[in-house]
């Protein structure tokens, strides 16, 4: 059945809250912030998708405009369950994000993420998706953990 | 009289809106983000501080900790009425601001700006300020028209 994207929905919560914390990559406060996002989220604050990976939920993404900006927009959460990484679910989800965003007018997408060291697999997902690097804030996070941040421009595709 | 910087409230509302549209820096739509956001910062959302000189009201900024950070800030709007520029009331309010995030346990603030040509007023104030420049997302606002990250440490103080 392999990979597939779709729309998330209120009976998808759990299964985002086991994701986010089965991923090892969020505290409790980070998951929590998530949780609530996905909520408003279902309320129309922010978009989100969902990615299935043989018919079983595997990850998801919580992104959205940027408020004062004429085309920009947030690429705020994307999370994949550990049980299923390799499988290209991450990459799909983004890819189809960009899609998302750019049908809806968008052109370019920023993210910001962690400088840390456990973090390097995540800042290479970006980079090898042509996400460039524009901004680093020291310490941003707590002491040692700099905030990093990725904007990529979204091409016209035909 | 000269220059005093001290907490707002709801009545500040009309000269707040005042100034901001005044300044002529911000469009309609940048002085009702920043209006929603002094209404939540009286609910508590974020904090506020004004600036008075010889009396009357001159400015205002909009500041608040940055979720899922230990000690970083955002200085999310500071704006003085064009009639009292020059008289030293936006440096009293930045330099109040970043005393009251210090006493609040605050180390760093980030300021995002525009990088246009006639934001060069605000980006030297800042520089001027001590507030390093930490990133540049080109076009974020709109074509032409970056934004400019700037990140201060806030020194211990006796």
Redesign the interface.
Known sequence: MGVLVRSVSAADRDAIEAALTRSGAFSE??VQ?ALDMVDAGLKGDYDLLAVEVDGQFAGYACFGK???????WYLYWICVHPDVQGRGAGRALQTRVEQYIREHGG??L?VETSGRRDYERARHFYESAGFNL??????????GDDCV?Y?KLLEERG
């Open positions: 406060t980070e912030v940027a408020t004062l900006t004429l085309d920009s052109k370019r920023i524009v901004g680093r804030l020291p310490d941003f996070y707590r002491p941040i904007s």
